[in-house]
């Protein structure tokens, strides 16, 4: 490992993240402040969430010691990508940005924002179906060539830093921003376990990594080295360990939430069959018979 002084003096301005930490950081402060003319008080916390945990980390990851030394040390890189898809998106969604988003917006507004949310692309990708596809997909590229090209090419980094952290929050918003994506808990049972699945899927490409003994972009060195650099064989199989922990690791607190989900949807429905008269019951039962046939 490198030592503790080149980790928290190695920073570079990544003009990508630069772009997305104003543009995002800029639109959640109007947010803030139209909802305030609207007579919305938003918590403090919540902004304090968004700024510092969220945006923070994000900045860290990308201008800090992984976003300077990620072309050169597979593991570094492999490190900032996987927390840019399951971290920073889950720190960013403690903010709340689609119940600031209501708040804020006209009712044209929210009317362009549902039709969003519940178009085909945005369906597919937030539902425990879609999202370990998208995810296996992405580490995939760690076991070809194509992970140099990533590492080192500008314009695939800038894609990254930019399209990394949109799919990890389409994937974590849901499970955040649950009355945005109201599903029966049927459907939210299916999910559940599917995300079982997605234990063994994501973890796959890091097993590969970690356990192959040829070097599977086939760049063996790099330029100007630094002494604590691993050789390309050794950063490989670490990049692979980490992939490994971090897919483990963190699709527990997901099972968790998506459990507290499940949870709230079963009491929802629940409560709206209670609110119902007997003949509005009778004309359910009615109707769920003459299904059947």
Sequence with gaps: MPPLEILLSSWRLDWAAAAFVAVTGILYGWGMRSAALGGHRWPVWRAVAFYVLGLGSFTILTCGFTGVYGAEQRWAFTLKISLLLFVVPLLIGLGKPLTLARAALAPKGKSVLDKVLSSRPVRFVSNSFGAPLLGLALFSTFLTPAFFTL???????????????????????????????????????????????????????????????????????VSNPQWWFRDALQDQQFAGNLLWFICEVLDLPLIILMFIRFSR???????????LTDEQLDELQNQHLRGRH
């Design 265 to 275: 949807s079963d009491k929802r429905e629940a409560g709206a069959f209670d609110d």
């Design 151 to 221: 590492r080192t090419d500008p314009v695939a980094g800038a894609l990254l830093t930019l399209g990394v952290p949109l799919l990890g929050m389409l994937m974590a918003l849901p499970i955040i921003e649950e009355s945005d994506f109201q599903r029966s808990s049927a459907y939210l049972t299916l999910e559940f376990m599917f995300v079982f699945i997605e234990l063994l899927i994501d973890a796959v490409p890091g097993i590969l990594l970690s356990l192959n003994g040829q070097v599977l972009d086939h760049v063996m060195s």
